[in-house]
């Protein structure tokens, strides 16, 4: 308490001028309509900075909860797309819902190998099953192949293996999309009969022959055709829509009907 009093009388004169100063300047903010208006709008950039700089700071922290809340909004989102027909709501009769979307994260990926594959942090645990489609916002990735019960291994479509119904949008005529293991942003559709006719720039999707992809899921679009030797079908380059070196958030897509249709159809091939 003493040293507080000793630094009130050595430094009285300054603390009395800067009292006065506050005063004075009170008075003239106060009395004065241009001078209120100056320390208003400099008080209000001051702590809109601060709390801009604040909430930058919260933002940047709250990230990943909402990265996760996108994510959700679009798989719910795609759940409604894929099942045409159905309501504008999310509280559906789940008998008319014929696929079910899933999100997954993409742990792992490669794309420079013949036959590439991705690892998603999704398994059986959470209802992952083999031959499940996988894709993102901008297009398809490829389908699952293995899974364990807290992770699924997916055979890309960079994957000289992988073969995909795909068809050009807003046309019926569909063929067989292949990887020739070149590039990473380029795959190839084959079997367009040359009767069809092709644009540089035309966008390919998912075909309806598959029971795995929902029709009309973006692929990419041709760069580049030409008719093969036999000059009956077209071999087309298609560049990829989805960046294959950078992928992270994924969605699962189940097809409910597929197991009857695949009974159905190996019914017919056994009559045969």
């Given amino acids: 308490m003493q040293q507080i009093i000793n630094f009130i009388i050595r430094y009285k004169i300054t603390l009395l001028y800067l009292l006065l100063l506050f005063i004075s300047l009170g008075f003239t903010i106060d009395s004065h309509s241009y001078h209120r208006s100056k320390y208003l709008n400099s008080a209000n950039l001051i702590s809109g900075s601060i709390y801009n ?138 079997d367009i009969p040359r009767l069809v006719p092709l644009l540089v720039g035309d966008t390919i999707v998912t075909g309806a022959m598959s029971s795995i992809f929902p029709e009309n899921i973006p692929i990419g679009t041709i760069k580049k055709f030409n008719l093969n030797e036999s000059k009956s079908f077209y071999s087309i380059d298609v560049e990829l829509f989805n960046d294959m070196t950078n992928v992270k958030n994924a969605y699962i897509i189940y097809n409910k009907n597929r197991p009857e249709i695949l009974q159905l159809e190996a019914e017919i091939a056994n009559d045969e």
Avoid at 101 to 126: D, E, F, M, Q, W
Avoid at 137 to 154: D, F, N, P, R
């Fill in 53 to 190: 700089a604040s909430e930058g700071i919260t933002h940047y922290f709250k990230l990943g909860e909402e990265n996760k809340k996108l994510v959700e909004e679009n798989r719910q989102l795609r759940n409604l797309l894929f099942n045409k027909g159905m309501d504008d709501t999310l509280e559906l009769d789940t008998t008319a819902i014929d696929f079910i979307i899933r999100s997954a994260k993409v742990i792992k990926n490669s794309y420079a190998s013949p036959n590439n594959y991705l690892t998603i942090n999704k398994g059986t645990n959470h209802g992952i099953k083999q031959d499940m489609g996988v894709i993102t916002a901008q297009g398809i990735l490829g389908i699952v192949e293995h899974t364990s019960k807290k992770y699924a291994s997916v055979q890309s479509i960079l994957n000289m293996k992988s073969n995909i119904n795909a068809k050009i949008k807003n046309t019926n005529y569909f063929g067989s999309l292949i990887w020739d293991g070149q590039r990473y942003d380029q795959v190839k559709l084959e």
